[in-house]
């Protein structure tokens, strides 16, 4: 069974930066399909950025594009998310999750990740 656990979120002034990070349980991290999404109240689960293997390209959503940076440390097991410029809109439930399907087609595809963090809270005031 994987476990994830998200930690760095927090409340940030506008302009600010935050950390995330994903901790996984398992010997096998590098090889999956990991990503993060985000959800604000009321809305739809958002894609934010994701990669099929560690090293592999990462893809991003439009609207994080050239401010949030994802990477993954396979020594600790563990992903990050840098996210620089905060903007109020990008307050929302942050989510790390990996899939372990061999062939993973739309990597933006919440359904496409068999595994879930509890989510940590990102709070950006104006």
């Known amino acids: 069974q994987v476990q994830l656990v998200e930690s760095g979120g927090g409340y940030v002034q506008a302009g600010g930066s935050l950390k995330l990070s994903c901790a996984t349980s398992g010997r096998t991290f590098s090889t999956y399909a990991m990503g993060w999404f985000r959800q604000a109240p009321g809305k739809e689960r958002q894609f934010v950025a994701a990669?099929?293997?560690?090293?592999?390209?990462?893809y991003y959503g439009d609207s994080v594009k050239g401010r949030f940076t994802m990477s993954r440390d396979n020594a600790k097991n563990t992903m990050f998310l840098q996210m620089n410029s905060l903007k109020p809109e990008d307050t929302a439930v942050y989510y790390c999750a990996l899939s372990r399907r061999v062939d993973v087609t739309s990597l933006a595809d919440a359904d496409e990740y068999d595994y879930w963090g509890q989510g940590t809270q990102v709070t950006v005031s104006s």
């Open positions: 990669n099929r293997r560690s090293g592999s390209y990462i």
